[in-house]
């Protein structure tokens, strides 16, 4: 979700992804919510699950698919939590069997790790156990399924920067940030409103 980071630089890019950078090579899809996206994702986490045991702490199914209704790039998004993201011996191995590929390694970022789907389709997020950004993106997205005019403005939003054209997938993503710190906002002030 990348809420609280700035947009990110190539220099960044470049010097935390595995492997080459590619630019984008194809503009950004956004489509229709499809039912289907839930049952990939209980698919998906049941194979994390086998292949990872006990070191899965947690698979929870992020990002715009996790939202009934909200169209989105057709990419599973997986918040999975582990003991320590920064062990990736613990849980690479295992993932790169099922065809999982370590694309991202973030070590001042919650020592973010993400790996690609074996078909492209899925982002893999690992964090640590206790991860601050984990809530937060359980909340916001807990927040777009019960507020359907925060999840129309979110909708609009990329929609309408999908149109444009990106040099990297992360440009889009940290275009998105301004109106996710305006709904996330919403959401602290309903959070003040309700405990006061």
């Known amino acids: 979700m990348n809420a609280g980071k700035a947009p990110l630089t190539e220099e960044y890019l470049r010097a935390h992804t595995v492997g080459e950078l590619r630019p ?17 994702f209980e698919a998906i986490a049941g194979e994390i ?38 062990r990736e011996h613990d849980y690479v191995a295992a ?28 982002n893999l997020h690992v964090f640590s156990q206790g991860c601050e950004e984990i809530e937060r993106m359980l909340a916001f997205r807990d927040w777009l399924r019960t507020h359907p005019e925060d999840r129309e403005l979110y909708a609009r939003t990329k929609e309408t920067l999908a ?10 993503a940290d275009a998105k940030t301004a109106v996710i710190q305006k709904i996330m906002s919403r959401m602290r002030d309903a959070e003040g409103e309700s405990q006061a």
């Open 24 to 40: 984008l090579s194809s503009p950004i899809w956004v489509v229709a919510y499809d039912p289907e996206w839930p049952r990939r």
């Open 49 to 86: 699950k086998s292949a990872l045991g006990y070191r899965a702490l947690r698979v929870e199914h992020v990002g715009s698919t996790s939202v009934p209704g909200l169209p989105a790039k057709a990419i599973i998004d997986v918040a999975l939590t582990v003991a320590d993201s920064s």
């Open 95 to 122: 993932l790169e069997d099922l065809g999982y590929k370590l694309q991202i390694r973030e070590p001042e970022w919650f020592e973010h790790r993400m790996l690609k789907g074996p078909e492209g389709n899925i």
């Open 163 to 172: 149109q444009q054209e990106w040099k990297y997938t992360q440009n889009y």
